[in-house]
């Protein structure tokens, strides 16, 4: 090895030593934190929140509230109207609770009313919205027929996985599983696991019986519903090991 490229490597090294130390330090000094002053911006930032830097797009602060503890990942969007500088009212737009995590590059982008529960996690890339282009007019173009809002509601402990869509309407109850990738519209119920576009309910928990698979919605006959009857339980992810 020439002299010449011994110092090239040996300064590469010392260059991309100092890159990747002078990157985690403004990562770690870039997170919005409630004492930030980016912090300060928001409606309501509870105590150990803590928004990973870089960030995506975030405006409309003064309209969006979240709960204690709860950790944002890096490049997430989480937007309150159209644009900064616009007066949404007395209320907030975006509610997320306490002990939540938000994955990376996960969209959460409010105009009415967009409300997630405590204890909320989500894979990477879910993108929530509770407002959709119409497209009632068949000579307008879909993009500039005025938008409709519906507000979204996602209950305490649900899990939403990888790159799942929540579009306006959306009512989840309390520790709804959503599949990755799914498209999700309309109100499912507690303790249920959704998947598909759209989505549906695949499997349901009923108090008695443990978790089983919905009914279809066509009606069975007699001997179909009896023999259904007498299937065992199905286990619960926790109960397969055991």
């Known amino acids: ?19 990747h130390r002078g990157w985690e ?3 770690r000094h870039g997170e919005i934190t409630p004492s930030t002053p980016a912090g300060r911006r928001f409606g309501h930032l509870g105590k150990g929140v803590c928004i990973g830097f870089p960030t995506g797009a975030i405006f409309g602060e003064p309209w969006i509230h979240i709960g204690d503890d709860t950790l944002v990942g890096v490049h997430v969007t989480i937007s309150a109207g159209f644009g900064p500088g616009l007066d949404l009212g007395p209320d907030p737009v975006v509610k997320i609770g306490k002990a939540c995590s938000i994955g990376r ?7 009415q009313s967009i409300e997630i529960g405590d204890d909320v996690f989500t894979g990477p890339y879910v993108y929530i919205t509770d407002q959709n282009h119409g497209y009632a007019d068949p000579d307008v173009p879909v993009g500039r027929q005025w938008p409709v809002n519906d507000s979204v ?14 579009l306006p309407g959306t009512r989840l109850g309390r520790n709804v ?8 519209r309309g109100e499912f119920p507690d303790h249920s696991v959704i998947a598909g576009v759209p989505a549906k309910v695949v499997r349901r928990y009923d108090p008695e019986t443990g978790w089983r698979p919905p009914f279809p919605e066509t009606p069975l006959d ?17 109960e397969l090991a055991s």
């Open 222 to 238: 007699e001997a179909t519903l009896a023999a259904l009857a007498d299937l065992p339980p199905i286990p619960g992810p926790g």
């Open 153 to 166: 509601v996602i209950g305490d402990g649900c899990w939403l996985g990888a790159g799942a869509i929540i």
């Open 1 to 19: 090895m020439s002299l010449r490229s011994s110092i090239g490597s040996a300064t590469r090294r010392v260059v991309a030593v100092a890159l």
């Open 105 to 111: 590059g996960s969209h959460i982008v409010g105009h």
């Open 177 to 184: 599983v959503v599949a990755g990738g799914a498209v999700v």
């Open 25 to 27: 330090w403004i990562r």
